[in-house]
């Protein structure tokens, strides 16, 4: 039974350390949300983001592997359970103060709420505990030396580290975003406008006579005159009104695709009507290398045919090619590399690399 529970815990601790080292660079754009000003407000971490997600990555991956096979058990244990408490820190505090809607911890192969993860992580942590109190009286015993179980262990650390490279480097091995290469922008759309997600505004009010707080949404609100007649003890309060999803639609980031010019001028329709269109995206224009960029719209020049666009978060990044506007953190759904190219044919994306690479071909 122990060692059932044992090899479950490491599966998923392993499960999630791969996915995140497989797109490292996108976990990393992930601690930086959880770095900005809006949570832990910690800028400094948010400059050595991909150091500290390798890291987090290889404890995932080297303890869960250390727990697979039974190595340095008391070590894996407590350094895991250390780890469960720091996740559940982190999640708990995303979920109760509504700070990150993703957390990121199976990347972007499986989607969690900060709730769920946070439960899920309790659910790892009372599972890590069990393993401890099982696996306790064995602690100081000594384990007969298994050199193949260190073979193991130093295939699969290497292996992982290879991928990681790979990812930081490249694109990922195994793509997990909804911009995969093969991905049709105009279907996704149309899927998108057929089936939309409805969202209503809720209004926390407050009853001046009893203190009573109450939370109604708009259609309530407006309905109901005593919330609003003249008289009405019930105000909104300030800074407490959100919106929220009450219909979910379908589900994908390329909602968020919608590149506009500097007048606003959406240009969506353009892009993914063109026989074949060849787009540079620089989510972080101040900080990309600009003799890159620069060559790379050198080489987009001779292009024949084809629609060619910059997409940045500074209407001025390109020089010699049309400039186009995007949120920084959608290019970044896109985009692993500062700056980066994706190719589409009749909006199917069929290419997409770093531009360093695509300057290689």
């Known amino acids: 039974m122990k060692s059932v529970l044992r090899i479950a815990v490491a599966l998923i601790f392993i499960a999630s350390g791969f996915v995140k080292a497989v797109d490292v660079v996108g976990f990393s754009f992930k601690l930086e949300e959880y770095f900005s000003p809006t949570v832990f407000n910690m800028p400094f971490f948010e ?112 292996t992982m580290g290879l991928i990681t490279i790979h990812g930081i480097l490249h694109e990922p091995l195994i793509d997990f975003r909804d911009y995969k290469i093969g991905t049709d922008l105009k279907a996704e759309k149309i899927k998108i406008e057929k089936n939309p997600s409805e969202y209503k505004t809720f209004y926390s009010l407050k009853n001046q006579k009893t203190s009573e707080v109450i939370e109604v949404n708009q259609d309530e609100y407006v309905n109901d005159k005593k919330y609003w007649e003249e008289g009405s003890p019930w105000k909104i309060e300030d800074g407490k009104t959100s919106s929220k999803i009450v219909k979910e639609g379908y589900s994908s980031e390329i909602a968020k695709f919608k590149p506009e010019t500097s007048e606003g001028i959406d240009l969506t329709i353009e892009i993914i009507n063109a026989p074949k269109a060849i787009l540079v995206f620089s989510y972080d224009p101040k900080n990309a290398d600009a003799q890159l960029i620069r060559e790379t719209e050198y080489n987009l020049l001779s292009q024949k045919n084809t629609y060619v666009l910059g997409i940045s978060t500074d209407p001025n990044t390109f020089k010699t090619i049309k400039n186009a506007l995007m949120d920084g953190t959608a290019i970044k759904t896109i985009a692993r590399s500062n700056p980066f190219v994706v190719v589409l044919e009749n909006g199917k994306i069929v290419s997409k690399m770093s531009a360093k690479d695509y300057l290689k071909q």
């Open 47 to 158: 400059s050595i983001a991909l150091s500290i997600a390798i890291l987090v990555v290889a404890l995932e991956l080297v303890l869960g592997f250390l727990l697979l096979l039974k190595i340095r058990l008391r070590f894996s244990l407590a350094a895991l359970i250390a780890l469960c408490i720091f996740f559940a820190f982190l999640t708990f505090y995303s979920a109760y103060f509504n700070k990150v809607t993703d957390c990121g911890c199976f990347g972007d192969a499986i989607k969690f709420t900060p709730w769920q993860s946070f439960f899920k992580d309790i659910i790892l942590l009372l599972g890590l505990i069990v393993l401890w109190l099982l696996y306790r009286n064995s602690f100081g015993l000594l384990q007969p030396k298994r050199p193949a179980k260190y073979i193991v262990f130093s295939v699969l650390v290497i």
